[in-house]
């Protein structure tokens, strides 16, 4: 989209209470599918390629994440996201070694990218339409990054009208240049909560990563596990 026709859809947002309004409900419905409880932990598989990583992410209701490595080769390792800041944590090492949320730390993904995306803390909606995506009747949501710290600076996420579920969404730098694409497995029910089961990340070059959630459940996180270890 445009400039002109991004900021005329923020004014029309702006000017249209209940559009608004709509838009933001859209926003948060699609966060509960990957945050849905304040609370959780849940364990997830990177695959690219021949290459696999499994790893157990806890979150917490301020939106921090830890991830710990469950396959052989990521034993040890963990990665502690709290706030905008970042850190890998190394067997045996004294200090974490403090990164950037976009580094790739777990194969193709960025660190940031798995361990929190919550479209509503991280972008507002600037514009709001019925578009159809491959032949299902979505919203488009068209959204630009709150904070600086955000690489991907607009997004275009298509929702599914009957139940609220992302099907794709594609990440775009400041440039307008298309970062990644990520498509969405439809939903499934777990502990009583409509959840992600996966998605497949597309980079520009048609490199190709799959995230795939299992085993949720509720609460269950530990204050301890977000303090570094210089904290302790």
Same mark, same amino acid.
């Given at each position: ?12 947002? @702006? ?7 709509? @838009?933001?409900? $859209?926003?948060?419905?699609?966060? +509960? ?13 990177? @695959?690219?390629? %021949? ?37 890998? $944590?190394?067997?045996?090492? %004294? ?8 580094? +790739? ?19 507002? &909606? ?12 979505? !919203? ?12 991907? +600076? ?22 307008? %240049? ?16 409509? &959840? ?18 299992? +085993? !949720?459940?509720?609460?269950? &996180? ?11």
């Amino acid at each position: 989209m445009r400039l002109p026709a991004l900021l005329l859809c923020a004014a029309s947002l @702006a000017a249209q209470g209940p559009e608004a309004a709509r @838009a933001e409900e $859209i926003l948060a419905r699609v966060d +509960r599918y990957r945050h849905p409880w304040p609370a959780f932990t849940v364990e997830l598989t990177v @695959a690219a390629g %021949k290459a696999t990583q499994r790893w157990r992410v806890a979150a917490r209701e301020d939106g921090d994440a830890r991830l710990d490595g469950l396959s052989e080769r990521e034993k040890g390792r963990a990665v502690l996201l709290r706030g905008d800041d970042m850190w890998l $944590i190394l067997p045996g090492a %004294k200090h974490p070694l403090k990164v950037t949320p976009q580094q +790739r730390l777990l194969g193709p993904a960025a660190g940031g990218d798995v361990a929190r995306t919550r479209f509503r803390e991280d972008y507002r &909606v600037e514009g709001l339409a019925e578009e159809a995506f491959e032949g299902r009747p979505c !919203w488009r949501l068209d959204l630009v990054a709150r904070r600086p710290v955000l690489s991907a +600076r607009t997004v275009r996420l298509w929702v599914a009208r009957n139940d609220g579920a992302p099907l794709r969404a594609e990440f775009h730098l400041v440039s307008g %240049k298309l970062a990644r694409t990520a498509d969405f497995d439809p939903p499934v029910t777990t502990q009583g909560r409509a &959840v992600l089961r996966g998605l497949e990340l597309t980079e520009p070059d048609g490199s190709k990563a799959t995230l795939t959630f299992a +085993r !949720w459940h509720p609460g269950g &996180v530990d204050p301890a596990w977000f303090d570094l270890p210089a904290e302790r």
